[in-house]
């Protein structure tokens, strides 16, 4: 029933979708039924695919370079006090920045290529990773600290014995913010100026009317996103082995 | 073994005098129990000795080692709560201190670790996670934590008042035969506790609180059999100085 679920919950909306264009007779290219976005997704994969490729590289390298940088910033926060002087408040107001504002400058200076979209992902995603691993390296249980303490031991010893391994389940969540909105960082960059990926597959569809090439491309976009998310949950729970999850039954 | 004198100790919670001027010192190779209400400051006192910050409050005094070496490095402290690292094995839990002091784990720590999980009849339980213990198998790996340090000096902060009857019975047994002829500071609000096990027993009651010795324990080989008459006796005696102190900080 597990596995079986999700796949009737898509079943059923792909039927309810089928139903809506049937009853309402709209046209192909304001919204195609499933089995023409189907036929797209088959006959055009030689094009998709390699945009998909393209996305799905500028995703993880963005999700990777995103991590190591936020993950350094909240441990560099966590041992540094001048740090959380100067540079925590500096990261704070520089979230009331939107993101898809920087885009075309991005753009402007980094290309039409890779760099700027990897760029565009690692800006989105280097919040919520280093707010939720510094959050984590906080709020260790002062019990602890203090048997450490009394120990001897040092600042080092303590964030690498303690407060790293006490921070892997908020970490683990930062990286499953990141999962679900690195994908948005790429493909905005992609719309903003690029010459592939699926989000220029898109626009380009779209600036032809090619509404079903569009559906196909997002069914895609969607499948990649899934399955990063997927991946990246599997990720955090290996992270947090020791945890129990106690969620409501 | 070396004791501890405790200075012109001082505690205060946002401007309210909880104990000042308050001496006290622990005699060397032996256990001191320390008796009060909740709220009296005996957690605070020993988090002074321990080192430790007073927890949202200010602390002061001056604590030393009547050996007049440095204290650091030689105490051991054990909580209420086990303190358990949850992502750890129950070994490594054990040999925590070794790995906080930058030593690894290697395999002299190991020997021991083993060792003292033996003594608690953990040693089959070395592999598994604090997780899947339970809270008594649990406080004998943190009191076999605490055995490791193997410091001259044991500060321990109710560190069976968590524990079913039963096996905090064990437990004291356990702590008290292998801790003996170690300076023992045992914070406790269970005056049958401090009667089983300490050489020397303080009550620490009123506001401002003040320390007073509740005489001598009887004289049984500690720990000693709480079912003595004489063991019931001076636990309603003490029952009686707690109670009285109480009421002493309630009325002023």
Same mark, same amino acid.
């Not at chain 2, 100790?9 to 008796?35: I, M, N, Q």
């Given at each position: 029933?597990?596995?079986?679920?999700?796949?009737?919950?898509?079943?059923?909306?792909?039927?309810?979708?089928?139903?809506? /264009?049937? #009853?309402?007779?709209?046209?192909?290219?304001?919204?195609?039924?499933?089995?023409?976005?189907?036929?797209?997704?088959?006959?055009?994969?030689?094009?998709?695919?390699? @945009?998909?490729?393209?996305?799905?590289?500028?995703?993880?390298?963005?999700?990777?370079?995103?991590?190591?940088?936020?993950?350094?910033?909240?441990?560099?926060?966590? /041992?540094?006090?001048?740090?959380?002087?100067?540079?925590?408040?500096?990261?704070?107001?520089?979230?009331?920045?939107?993101?898809?504002?920087?885009?075309? #400058?991005?753009?402007?200076?980094?290309?039409?290529?890779?760099?700027?979209?990897?760029?565009?992902?690692?800006?989105?995603?280097?919040?919520?990773?280093?707010?939720? &691993?510094?959050? %984590? #390296?906080?709020?260790?249980?002062?019990?602890?600290?203090?048997?450490?303490?009394?120990?001897?031991?040092?600042?080092?010893?303590?964030?690498?014995?303690?407060? /790293?391994?006490?921070?892997?389940?908020?970490?683990?969540?930062?990286?499953?913010?990141?999962?679900?909105?690195?994908?948005?960082?790429? /493909?905005?960059?992609?719309?903003?100026?690029?010459? %592939?990926?699926?989000?220029?597959?898109?626009? @380009?569809?779209?600036?032809?009317?090619?509404?079903?090439?569009? +559906?196909?491309?997002? +069914?895609?976009?969607?499948?990649?996103?899934?399955?990063?998310?997927? #991946?990246?949950?599997?990720?955090?729970?290996?992270?947090?082995?020791?945890?129990?999850?106690?969620? &409501?039954? | 073994? *070396?004791?501890?004198?405790?200075?012109?100790?001082?505690?205060?919670?946002?401007?309210?005098?909880?104990?000042?001027?308050?001496?006290?010192?622990?005699?060397?190779?032996?256990?001191?129990?320390?008796?009060? *209400?909740?709220?009296?400051?005996?957690?605070?006192?020993?988090?002074?000795?321990? $080192?430790?910050?007073?927890?949202?409050?200010?602390?002061?005094?001056?604590?030393?080692?009547?050996?007049?070496?440095?204290?650091?490095?030689?105490?051991?402290?054990?909580?209420?709560?086990?303190?358990?690292?949850?992502?750890?094995?129950?070994?490594?839990?054990?040999?925590? $201190?070794?790995?906080?002091?930058?030593?690894?784990?290697?395999?002299?720590?190991?020997?021991?670790?083993?060792?003292?999980?033996?003594?608690?009849?953990?040693? !089959?339980?070395?592999?598994?996670?604090?997780?899947?213990?339970?809270?008594?198998?649990?406080?004998?790996?943190?009191?076999?934590?605490?055995?490791?340090?193997?410091?001259?000096?044991?500060?321990?902060?109710?560190?069976?008042?968590?524990?079913?009857?039963?096996?905090?019975?064990?437990?004291?047994?356990?702590?008290?035969?292998?801790?003996?002829?170690?300076?023992?500071?045992?914070?406790?609000?269970? *005056?049958?506790?401090?009667?089983?096990?300490?050489?020397?027993?303080?009550?620490?009651?009123?506001?401002?609180?003040?320390?007073?010795?509740?005489? !001598?324990?009887?004289?049984?080989?500690?720990?000693? !059999? *709480?079912?003595?008459?004489?063991?019931?006796?001076?636990?309603?005696?003490?029952?009686?100085?707690?109670?009285?102190?109480?009421?002493?900080?309630?009325?002023?």
């Amino acid at each position: 029933m597990k596995v079986l679920r999700p796949i009737l919950t898509f079943l059923g909306l792909v039927v309810l979708w089928k139903v809506l /264009v049937s #009853l309402t007779g709209v046209p192909d290219f304001i919204l195609p039924g499933p089995e023409r976005v189907a036929t797209v997704l088959i006959d055009r994969a030689g094009v998709i695919l390699p @945009h998909a490729v393209t996305t799905g590289m500028e995703i993880v390298i963005g999700m990777a370079v995103g991590t190591v940088f936020g993950g350094t910033s909240a441990l560099v926060l966590t /041992v540094s006090a001048p740090a959380r002087r100067w540079v925590l408040p500096v990261l704070v107001v520089s979230q009331a920045l939107p993101v898809f504002a920087l885009a075309p #400058l991005l753009v402007l200076w980094l290309g039409y290529g890779l760099v700027s979209k990897v760029a565009m992902a690692v800006l989105i995603i280097y919040f919520p990773v280093t707010a939720a &691993f510094y959050d %984590g #390296l906080r709020r260790v249980d002062p019990g602890w600290l203090d048997l450490a303490r009394v120990m001897g031991g040092s600042t080092r010893s303590v964030l690498r014995v303690i407060r /790293v391994p006490a921070a892997m389940p908020a970490f683990g969540s930062g990286l499953r913010v990141a999962a679900a909105v690195a994908p948005i960082g790429a /493909v905005v960059g992609e719309w903003v100026g690029s010459a %592939g990926g699926l989000g220029y597959l898109m626009l @380009h569809a779209n600036g032809r009317m090619q509404t079903d090439l569009m +559906f196909a491309s997002l +069914f895609v976009l969607a499948l990649m996103a899934l399955t990063l998310y997927a #991946l990246v949950d599997l990720i955090a729970r290996r992270l947090a082995y020791w945890q129990p999850e106690n969620g &409501f039954a | 073994m *070396p004791g501890v004198s405790i200075h012109g100790a001082a505690l205060a919670y946002a401007g309210r005098t909880v104990f000042d001027d308050l001496d006290l010192s622990l005699p060397g190779g032996e256990w001191t129990a320390l008796l009060g *209400p909740s709220g009296v400051g005996k957690s605070s006192l020993l988090r002074l000795i321990a $080192g430790l910050p007073a927890a949202g409050g200010t602390a002061a005094g001056s604590v030393r080692a009547t050996d007049g070496a440095s204290l650091a490095g030689r105490i051991a402290y054990m909580a209420q709560r086990d303190l358990l690292l949850p992502w750890l094995s129950v070994l490594d839990n054990v040999r925590l $201190g070794a790995r906080m002091r930058g030593k690894g784990r290697d395999a002299d720590s190991r020997r021991v670790a083993m060792h003292l999980l033996d003594t608690m009849g953990l040693a !089959d339980r070395a592999t598994d996670r604090p997780g899947s213990l339970s809270g008594g198998m649990r406080q004998r790996v943190a009191l076999a934590r605490t055995l490791f340090e193997d410091a001259p000096i044991v500060l321990m902060d109710e560190p069976f008042s968590a524990l079913d009857a039963v096996t905090r019975f064990q437990l004291q047994e356990m702590a008290a035969s292998l801790l003996s002829g170690r300076t023992v500071l045992l914070v406790t609000h269970d *005056p049958m506790e401090a009667l089983r096990l300490a050489g020397r027993i303080m009550i620490l009651s009123g506001s401002p609180a003040r320390l007073r010795s509740a005489g !001598d324990p009887p004289a049984l080989s500690i720990p000693r !059999d *709480p079912f003595q008459p004489e063991m019931a006796e001076r636990a309603a005696l003490l029952f009686q100085q707690l109670g009285s102190g109480s009421l002493e900080g309630a009325a002023s």
